[in-house]
């Protein structure tokens, strides 16, 4: 097959461009001795396809002023990647039915088997229904303002005042930013009746019982089930929850307070200003680099040639777009990095996060086929989480951004969000496995009154007596519930593993990080829990062994905390 030479050759192209090639596919004869020669070519187009894609976002989204760059991007994302997306599923099949399992697709097979049996021709209608609802959620929420000195402002503009010192400014920015979601409460809730009843009924058409168990297949969740989910809600609830409740007391503390209330607790207790490590994107690159180089010589070269190579872009400025993202270059087998830092802690905190992605896309790069490359979130989290936790100890001197003192705040606050996120966690993967499997959760009144309780479950040492319409508001803000459904369990598995391989690193940090990297260098040739194991970690919902981690981080909390002047 004649290929396209790179990935360049394909920035202008149009569908009728692209088709072509999926049709020569199609059409090509398969049999065992042909495979290899068509998977090759197949995946080499997708690598060839998929950087183009990426390659016009990353222009769009570093420059949107420029009209033309826009509508190359929107030609990609909108016009050729759901119709590219049909193709390869076309091709999919094609390889499935040939009953072969090349060595080394054994997952990827897997994967496509389970796509394609649970596809069901009656159900693509409401699946474009349930895309309509999720831009809808998404047109309701954007573009929220909070009224704020008789001003009205986008809620991000708020998070200053609720990390604000005195009291009262941080209580009325907490209520100022949610009123907004009280306001559109009931349109949200219809909204999700909607969605609970296409969903349901998707999953009952694909002849499954409910839309959980139709998500685990479709999520291609093959070595962990609802069940082990239950267990890993009972166990954050028995060892996570009463160690954050400590943590909330001893800010409780601290804050001297005579009940610690939901607007306590973004503000830093241990300092008045919010941390700023740094100015420039350009200075953050190298002090990331200097981590990097404190951690690993490879991943540190890794981090290099992001720099050397222009795939860093990490400054906030006019007319870029907002957020971040980590998106591979598959052709080139390159990582980009896409930030706003604004000089914060929490800039350098994503910064270290996605150069774990980073080094997931340089590591499976070694893998030959595209589909052998990504594994799911579990794995993905793993690695960007990980490298959160490895490089925590190495914020402060002598390779650090921060002075000691800041090192130790900026440590603390990582390592208590870890506890205040599992907690999270639970409780809204308990909510969504409630809303589809208890058969109440197209009750609007029934399903508010099952997250208060949830909520009140796995949410100890917050005291939100009064604001109980406040409480409820908090899940319509959770975006996932109602875009991404059942997408958050992954957080929590990941950071499971992620703080087995810091306990591991503080044993012998040279053989951790190694391991790290040959776990990240199978991509999605193996399972979940091979992967893991290959990490040096265990994938595990085990009361007892959540309950070790849990014990290891407090103590570091603890001893932490103790060497914090004025503590
Ligand atoms: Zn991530």
Redesign the pocket.
Same mark, same amino acid.
């Given at each position: 097959m004649k290929l396209p030479e790179s990935s360049a050759a394909l920035a202008g192209a149009t569908w009728e461009d692209c088709l072509p090639y999926y049709e020569a596919l199609a059409q090509l004869p398969l049999d065992a001795a042909s495979l290899p020669g068509w998977l090759a070519d197949w995946s080499r187009f997708e690598s060839l396809l998929s950087e183009a894609v990426s390659l016009a976002m990353i222009a769009y989204t570093c420059d949107t002023t420029d009209p033309a760059k826009e509508a190359a991007h929107l030609r990609f994302s909108t016009e050729i990647l759901p119709k590219a997306e049909e193709q390869s599923v076309r091709l999919a099949r094609r390889l499935v039915e040939t009953g072969l399992v090349p060595e080394g697709l054994e997952t990827t097979v897997a994967r496509f088997k389970t796509s394609i049996e649970i596809f069901r021709e009656e159900n693509v209608p409401l699946f474009a229904e349930l895309e309509e609802m999720a831009s809808k959620y998404q047109r309701i929420t954007g573009g929220m303002m909070a009224e704020w000195e008789g001003e009205q402002l986008p809620l991000p503009m708020l998070s200053p005042f609720l990390q604000a010192r005195d009291r009262t400014v941080r209580e009325r920015a907490f209520r100022a930013t949610v009123i907004p979601y009280m306001d559109v409460q009931p349109a949200l809730s219809q909204l999700f009746d909607s969605m609970y009843a296409h969903r349901q009924r998707a999953a009952r058409q694909a002849d499954f019982r409910d839309f959980q168990t139709f998500s685990f297949a479709a999520k291609h969740r093959f070595d962990y089930t609802p069940g082990d989910c239950e267990r890993f809600h009972d166990a954050v609830d028995a060892v996570v929850v009463p160690a954050y409740a400590r943590v909330l007391a001893a800010r409780r503390q601290r804050l001297n307070l005579e009940a610690l209330r939901p607007w306590d607790l973004p503000v830093n207790p241990y300092r008045a200003e919010p941390l700023r490590p740094f100015q420039t994107g350009d200075e953050l690159a190298r002090g990331t680099q200097k981590i990097m180089g404190a951690l690993d010589p490879v991943l540190a070269g890794q981090f290099r040639i992001m720099m050397e190579e222009g795939l860093l872009d990490l400054d906030s400025r006019k007319g870029k777009a907002p957020g971040g993202y980590?998106d591979t270059l598959h052709v080139k087998g390159r990582p980009f990095i896409f930030m706003n830092a604004s000089g914060v802690l929490d800039d350098l905190v994503t910064l270290l %996060?996605?150069a774990? %992605?980073a080094f997931h896309a340089f590591a499976s790069h070694a893998q030959p086929l595209v589909w052998q490359r990504h594994p799911g979130?579990e794995a993905?989290?793993l690695a960007?989480?990980s490298m959160e936790l490895l490089s925590g100890p190495h914020l402060g001197p002598p390779d650090g951004m921060l002075d000691q003192r800041d090192a130790a705040i900026a440590r603390l606050e990582h390592l208590e969000d870890v506890l205040g996120n599992l907690v999270h966690i639970a409780s809204v993967d308990a909510f969504q496995s409630w809303i589809y499997s208890s058969g109440e959760g197209g009750d609007a009144v029934v399903r508010d009154q099952a997250w208060l309780r949830i909520r009140s479950r796995f949410e100890q040492g917050v005291d939100w007596s009064g604001l109980e319409r406040e409480r409820v508001a908090r899940w319509y803000r959770q975006l996932h519930i109602f875009m991404y459904p059942f997408y958050y369990i992954e957080y929590g598995i990941a950071q499971i593993g992620a703080l087995q391989i810091w306990r591991n690193s503080r044993k012998d940090h040279a053989a951790t990080v190694a391991r790290y990297r040959e776990a990240l260098a199978l991509g999605a040739v193996r399972g979940l829990p091979d992967i893991y194991r290959a990490a040096g970690a265990e994938l595990t919902f085990d009361r007892g062994k959540i309950g070790e981690l849990v014990q290891l981080v407090e103590s570091e909390i603890e001893r932490v905390r103790s060497e914090l002047p004025g503590s």
């Amino acid at each position: 097959m004649k290929l396209p030479e790179s990935s360049a050759a394909l920035a202008g192209a149009t569908w009728e461009d692209c088709l072509p090639y999926y049709e020569a596919l199609a059409q090509l004869p398969l049999d065992a001795a042909s495979l290899p020669g068509w998977l090759a070519d197949w995946s080499r187009f997708e690598s060839l396809l998929s950087e183009a894609v990426s390659l016009a976002m990353i222009a769009y989204t570093c420059d949107t002023t420029d009209p033309a760059k826009e509508a190359a991007h929107l030609r990609f994302s909108t016009e050729i990647l759901p119709k590219a997306e049909e193709q390869s599923v076309r091709l999919a099949r094609r390889l499935v039915e040939t009953g072969l399992v090349p060595e080394g697709l054994e997952t990827t097979v897997a994967r496509f088997k389970t796509s394609i049996e649970i596809f069901r021709e009656e159900n693509v209608p409401l699946f474009a229904e349930l895309e309509e609802m999720a831009s809808k959620y998404q047109r309701i929420t954007g573009g929220m303002m909070a009224e704020w000195e008789g001003e009205q402002l986008p809620l991000p503009m708020l998070s200053p005042f609720l990390q604000a010192r005195d009291r009262t400014v941080r209580e009325r920015a907490f209520r100022a930013t949610v009123i907004p979601y009280m306001d559109v409460q009931p349109a949200l809730s219809q909204l999700f009746d909607s969605m609970y009843a296409h969903r349901q009924r998707a999953a009952r058409q694909a002849d499954f019982r409910d839309f959980q168990t139709f998500s685990f297949a479709a999520k291609h969740r093959f070595d962990y089930t609802p069940g082990d989910c239950e267990r890993f809600h009972d166990a954050v609830d028995a060892v996570v929850v009463p160690a954050y409740a400590r943590v909330l007391a001893a800010r409780r503390q601290r804050l001297n307070l005579e009940a610690l209330r939901p607007w306590d607790l973004p503000v830093n207790p241990y300092r008045a200003e919010p941390l700023r490590p740094f100015q420039t994107g350009d200075e953050l690159a190298r002090g990331t680099q200097k981590i990097m180089g404190a951690l690993d010589p490879v991943l540190a070269g890794q981090f290099r040639i992001m720099m050397e190579e222009g795939l860093l872009d990490l400054d906030s400025r006019k007319g870029k777009a907002p957020g971040g993202y980590c998106d591979t270059l598959h052709v080139k087998g390159r990582p980009f990095i896409f930030m706003n830092a604004s000089g914060v802690l929490d800039d350098l905190v994503t910064l270290l %996060h996605e150069a774990g %992605h980073a080094f997931h896309a340089f590591a499976s790069h070694a893998q030959p086929l595209v589909w052998q490359r990504h594994p799911g979130a579990e794995a993905a989290e793993l690695a960007s989480m990980s490298m959160e936790l490895l490089s925590g100890p190495h914020l402060g001197p002598p390779d650090g951004m921060l002075d000691q003192r800041d090192a130790a705040i900026a440590r603390l606050e990582h390592l208590e969000d870890v506890l205040g996120n599992l907690v999270h966690i639970a409780s809204v993967d308990a909510f969504q496995s409630w809303i589809y499997s208890s058969g109440e959760g197209g009750d609007a009144v029934v399903r508010d009154q099952a997250w208060l309780r949830i909520r009140s479950r796995f949410e100890q040492g917050v005291d939100w007596s009064g604001l109980e319409r406040e409480r409820v508001a908090r899940w319509y803000r959770q975006l996932h519930i109602f875009m991404y459904p059942f997408y958050y369990i992954e957080y929590g598995i990941a950071q499971i593993g992620a703080l087995q391989i810091w306990r591991n690193s503080r044993k012998d940090h040279a053989a951790t990080v190694a391991r790290y990297r040959e776990a990240l260098a199978l991509g999605a040739v193996r399972g979940l829990p091979d992967i893991y194991r290959a990490a040096g970690a265990e994938l595990t919902f085990d009361r007892g062994k959540i309950g070790e981690l849990v014990q290891l981080v407090e103590s570091e909390i603890e001893r932490v905390r103790s060497e914090l002047p004025g503590s």
